[in-house]
Nanobody, 119 residues
């Protein structure tokens, strides 16, 4: 089992950068694939980015490709989301999530961190 805590959200202007971080508890962090999701007001939660257990493979939503970068540090039990060129439509609560590679669903979720991008 893993517990996740996000940090780094805030209020920024369009075009700015922000780095989100997610710290996990547990000694088997490297066993989990990790992802970032977001949910804007009145919208469903959507996938943003994912990274494999050892960080060799990444995947991004088309809406953030080229602007966001996901990375992980298994020695520090952290996964980060570097967000550049932020747009007002990136405004949402961002969630960190973890799953075992054999499963299709993310089983563990953080509490979320708010990102607000003003125009």
């Amino acid at each position: 089992q893993v517990q996740l805590v996000e940090s780094g959200g805030g209020l920024v202007q369009a075009g700015d950068s922000l780095r989100l971080s997610c710290t996990a508890s547990g000694r088997t962090f490297s066993a989990y694939a990790l992802g970032w999701f977001r949910q804007a007001p009145g919208k469903e939660r959507e996938f943003v980015a994912a990274i494999s257990r050892l960080g060799l493979n990444t995947d991004y939503a088309d809406s953030v490709k080229g602007r966001f970068t996901i990375s992980r540090n298994n020695a520090k039990n952290t996964v980060d989301l570097q967000m550049n060129g932020l747009k007002p439509e990136d405004t949402a609560v961002y969630y960190c999530a973890a799953k075992l590679p054999a499963t299709s669903q993310y089983n563990y979720w953080g509490q979320g961190t708010q990102v607000t991008v003003s125009s």
